[in-house]
């Protein structure tokens, strides 16, 4: 059973910058996908960035140029660098992580204030 813990959200005024970091537990394989998704309340949850072990990355239009999603394939851990952030990225960011089945961490709060 995989475990994701997600860690470094919090409240940041508009421009501000935050670094998001998750890490998997309970198994010893090389994660071959893990992604961020973020969710606002009466919304559906969207992919924001993901990334393939030794493979390409991907970002939501809305995020390209602002977030950076990178890897520590060692750990098992991968973190959102988020810069110029604005009151819309405002939602619970939630790390996945697909081995055979997706698995989700329980999120974690970014506030971006205006």
């Known amino acids: 059973q995989v475990q994701l813990v997600e860690s470094g959200g919090g409240w940041v005024p508009a421009g501000g910058s935050l670094r998001l970091s998750c890490e998997a537990s309970g198994t010893s394989a090389r994660i071959p996908v893990m992604r961020w998704y973020r969710q606002v309340p009466g919304k559906q949850r969207e992919l924001v960035a993901s990334s393939a072990r030794g493979g390409p990355t991907d970002y939501a239009d809305s995020v390209k140029g602002r977030f950076t999603i990178s890897r520590d394939n060692a750990k098992n851990v991968v973190y959102l660098e988020m810069n110029n952030l604005k009151p819309e990225d405002t939602a619970v960011y939630y790390c996945?992580?697909?081995?055979?089945?997706?698995?989700w961490g329980k999120g974690t709060l970014v506030t971006v204030s205006s």
């Open positions: 996945s992580a697909l081995l055979g089945i997706m698995y």
